[in-house]
């Protein structure tokens, strides 16, 4: 650790004050991930099964830019070491699909559940829609989930509330529509909700669910009106 805060200590001093708190931010985070066995352990390459299940979920998606190119089916190819995969470096399974940005769309492939060690689902800033595909509220095992700045619409599923392991999720800017569900309160382990500017989400009947987010930190419901909450 003690690198670490010579970097941090050295950034700091080096990096000018607009930048400081998001690049220290990501440095902790960083640091935070080594301490939970992801660094320093046995490389190994990933699993067939889940290159497998990578590669079926490429294929229902188009990819514009061609974000997935690293995303190939040669057998001595490591998906370990693809564009937006992160994976344990000590048992090889992946972990982590950080596919930010990359203006994918298409199809939500259920292949993604044979990913039964990915506990980080990125998909913010792409052109994904329709409503909520179930695959997504059966990876129960997500910790961080993101789905900001896309084009699902319809109503949020109730099962939204078996993600029980969730630590952080992100539903803003899309075009959600009916009412904030009383399930969220399943969701006991959310240090961040954001569900604000889905203007089409606009009713809230009960504000009781929040009673059990004991960990919360970070709160996010813009442009949602209170008006007709209880409690």
Request: hydrophobic share 35%; net charge negative.
């Amino acid at each position: 650790m003690i690198w670490f805060y010579f970097v941090l200590i050295s950034m700091l001093l080096l990096c000018p004050n607009t930048t400081i708190l998001a690049t220290c931010s990501s440095i902790g985070n960083q640091s935070a991930a080594a301490t939970d066995g992801n660094y320093g352990g046995i490389n190994k390459s990933c699993f067939h099964k889940e290159k497998q299940a990578l590669l079926h979920f490429k294929a229902s998606l188009r990819d514009p830019l061609g974000q997935l190119s690293t995303w190939r089916p040669a057998e001595d190819d490591d998906c370990c070491k693809w564009s937006g995969v992160t994976c344990n470096n000590h048992t090889g399974h992946v972990t982590e699909l950080n596919l930010h940005s990359y203006h994918l769309r298409g199809e939500i492939s259920p292949s993604l559940l044979n990913l039964t060690y990915l506990n980080h689902l990125d998909l913010c800033f792409n052109s994904f829609d329709g409503t909520i595909p179930k695959v997504i509220t059966s990876m129960t095992q997500l910790r961080y989930l993101d789905l900001s700045f896309n084009f699902f619409h319809g109503t949020i599923p109730r099962s939204i509330g078996s993600l029980t392991q969730l630590r952080y999720l992100d539903l803003s800017f899309n075009f959600f529509n009916g009412t904030i569900l009383p399930e969220f309160g399943n969701l006991t382990n959310l240090r961040n909700l954001s569900l604000g500017n889905n203007e089409r989400l606009s009713t809230i009947q009960t504000l009781d669910w929040l009673s059990n987010l004991s960990h919360l930190q970070h709160l996010d419901m813009t442009h949602i009106s209170l008006a007709n909450a209880t409690h």
